[in-house]
T-cell receptor
Framework: DAKTTQPNSMESNEEEPVHLPCNHS???????IHWYRQLPSQGPEYVIH???SNVNNRMASLAIAEDRKSSTLILHRATLRDAAVYYC?????????????FGKGTRLHILP | EAQVTQNPRYLITVTGKKLTVTCSQN?????MSWYRQDPGLGLRQIYY???????DKGDVPEGYKVSRKEKRNFPLILESPSPNQTSLYFC???????????????FGPGTRLLVL
């Protein structure tokens, strides 16, 4: 079963901020929250990750709820090139049972 | 350049004809993984490997085999392909850090397989 749930699709206008939500109600204390995106005809690429505190990098920001049961990927100013499928996944401490479950992700449409 | 390579990129085959998709990474990563991607089903993990000679099943391992004889290579083997294995396949790799959980996965470009 998927450990995270995301909306199937979202739309946003170009140059507007985008907030992509992810629920992970069964997250454990050692799980990091990772976000990847997959542009058309490409493999997934890393966007950002965090544990408890909000994180910023050149691509996006990650806001993590205080109880860690949800998080939000924030694209501050969407461009047409941000149209992609965005995946939220959990990664815990590596052990022999460390499967990675991607789920279906959120397809983000950017309107010009 | 740090990268994950897959070969072939495109493959058309017939039912029952054994095939191997190769995956290689040049980043000295311990963790390697295979995924398949199908419309409406997202990315699903087939097999993963924590290091040389250590492999484990993902969510959809049936009909696939893997091996990890060298750290850089992680081939995916379909002993007797069937049409339901027609899919887009991705290989990925990452480090396994001491703290765990923070490692970024690097994905290959994908292999599109059609089984007739």
């Amino acid at each position: 079963d998927a450990k995270t749930t995301q909306p199937n699709s979202m739309e946003s206008n170009e140059e507007e901020p985008v907030h992509l939500p992810c629920n992970h109600s069964t997250i454990s204390g050692t799980d990091y929250i990772h976000w990847y995106r997959q542009l058309p005809s490409q493999g997934p690429e890393y966007v950002i990750h965090g544990l408890t505190s909000n994180v910023n990098n050149r691509m996006a920001s990650l806001a993590i709820a205080e109880d860690r049961k949800s998080s939000t990927l924030i694209l501050h100013r969407a461009t047409l090139r941000d149209a992609a499928v965005y995946y939220c996944i959990l990664r815990g401490y590596m052990n022999r049972d460390d499967k990675i479950i991607f789920g279906k992700g959120t397809r983000l449409h950017i309107l010009p | 350049e740090a990268q994950v390579t897959q070969n072939p990129r495109y493959l058309i085959t017939v039912t029952g004809k054994k095939l191997t998709v190769t995956c290689s990474q040049n980043m000295n990563h311990e963790y390697m993984s295979w995924y398949r991607q199908d419309p409406g089903l997202g990315l699903r993990q087939i097999y993963y490997s924590m290091n040389v000679e250590v492999t484990d099943k993902g969510d959809v391992p049936e009909g696939y085999k893997v091996s990890r004889k060298e750290k850089r290579n992680f081939p995916l083997i379909l002993e007797s392909p069937s049409p339901n294995q027609t899919s887009l396949y991705f290989c990925a790799s990452s480090l396994i850090g001491v703290a765990g959980g923070q490692e970024t996965q690097y994905f290959g470009p994908g292999t599109r397989l059609l089984v007739l």
